[in-house]
C-alpha cells in the first residue's frame, strides 16, 4: 500500500506529496506536528492504524490495522480567509462520496454534517480543522473510512458498518488516492466560488425532510430538517414552528425514526 500511494499520479498530478506510517496517534495530529515544524503543502498523511485517531466534537475513530482508510490531506488555505468549515466538511463528504461510487459502485448518504452512511449506517467520518503557524492559515481535512474492518468495539454495535466484507491493499491505496484527488479538486471549486456540488450534497443527505433532534448548547430540540443552503447550514423547522439554522460547530443531530421515536447515532 505504501508504494502504490507514493507512486500514485493522481497524487503527483496535483502536487501532492505523501507521508505514510505504518502505525501513528492520528494523522490529523501528524499534519500538525508537521506544519509546526515547518512543513509546506500540500501533504497527504496515510497510515495503515491510528492509536489515537481524532473524530469530530473530540470522539475517537476506531482505527485498526489493515483494514481501514485513515488520511488527512494538509493543505495551505493562507489566501482564503473566509471559508466555513461547515462548507468545507459538506464539500469533502461529497468528494468522499464520490470516490467511493468511483471505485466501488457503492451508492452512500450524508448525515449532515460529517458523517458518510452505506444502507443507515456510518462507514465514515470527516474532521476539518483550521489553525495557524504563524501567518500561515492552513486546513487539515481527516478522512477515516471503515473499509473491511471487522469486530467493531460494543459502543459501535448497530452504528458502524464497512464497505466491503473483505479488502486488498490495492483497494485500499486506490480509494486513499482518489479521495485526496476528489477532496484537492473540490476544495478548489471551493475557491474559485463554485457551489454546484452542494446540489449532490442536498441529494445524498440522509437528514433532508425527517425528524431529527439535535444538541445545541447543551440543550436537546427536535423538529423537520428542511433545507441545506449552500454554504452547508442547516434549516430546522421546530416543533412549535419557529425556525433554527445550524452551522456545524459544537452541534449534535441525530435522525428519530418514522415507526417509534428512536434515534440512530449522533
Not at 506544519?35 to 485498526?64: C, E, H, I, K, W
Request: hydrophobic content about 40%; charged content about 25%.
Amino acid at each position: 500500500m505504501k508504494d502504490m500511494i507514493k507512486s500514485s499520479s493522481e497524487l503527483k498530478d496535483r502536487g501532492i506529496k505523501p507521508i505514510y506510517f505504518d502505525t501513528v496517534d492520528s494523522t490529523s495530529s501528524a499534519a500538525r506536528r508537521y506544519a509546526t515544524d515547518g512543513g509546506s503543502a500540500p501533504v497527504l498523511f496515510v497510515a495503515n492504524s491510528q492509536s489515537a485517531g481524532r473524530g469530530r466534537l473530540g470522539r475517537s475513530f476506531y482505527s485498526p490495522a489493515d483494514t481501514g482508510i485513515y488520511e488527512t490531506l494538509l493543505l495551505d488555505v493562507s489566501d482564503d480567509s473566509d471559508t466555513s468549515l461547515s462548507l468545507v466538511t459538506s464539500a469533502v463528504a461529497v468528494a468522499v462520496s464520490d470516490a467511493i461510487w468511483e471505485i466501488t459502485n457503492i451508492e452512500c448518504q450524508i448525515k449532515w454534517v460529517n458523517d458518510v452512511y452505506v444502507k443507515g449506517r456510518k462507514a465514515c467520518g470527516i474532521l476539518a480543522e483550521c489553525f495557524f503557524v504563524g501567518n500561515r492559515r492552513l486546513l487539515a481535512i481527516g478522512v477515516g473510512v471503515n473499509l473491511c474492518t471487522k469486530d467493531f468495539p460494543a459502543e459501535l454495535d448497530g452504528i458502524a458498518t464497512s464497505l466491503c466484507t473483505s479488502c486488498t491493499q490495492v483497494l485500499r491505496a486506490c480509494i486513499t488516492c482518489r479521495i485526496a484527488a476528489n477532496v484537492f479538486d473540490i476544495y478548489e471549486l471551493i475557491k474559485s466560488g463554485d457551489r454546484g456540488f452542494m446540489e449532490e450534497y442536498r441529494q445524498r443527505s440522509a437528514v433532508l425532510g425527517k425528524q431529527i433532534s439535535f444538541i445545541k448548547n447543551g440543550v436537546t430540540k427536535s423538529g423537520f430538517a428542511s433545507e441545506i443552503n449552500d454554504e452547508g447550514h442547516l434549516t430546522v423547522i421546530l416543533d412549535d414552528q419557529s425556525r433554527e439554522v445550524l452551522a456545524s460547530g459544537e452541534i449534535s443531530v441525530r435522525i428519530q425514526s418514522a415507526k417509534n421515536g428512536g434515534k440512530t447515532d449522533e
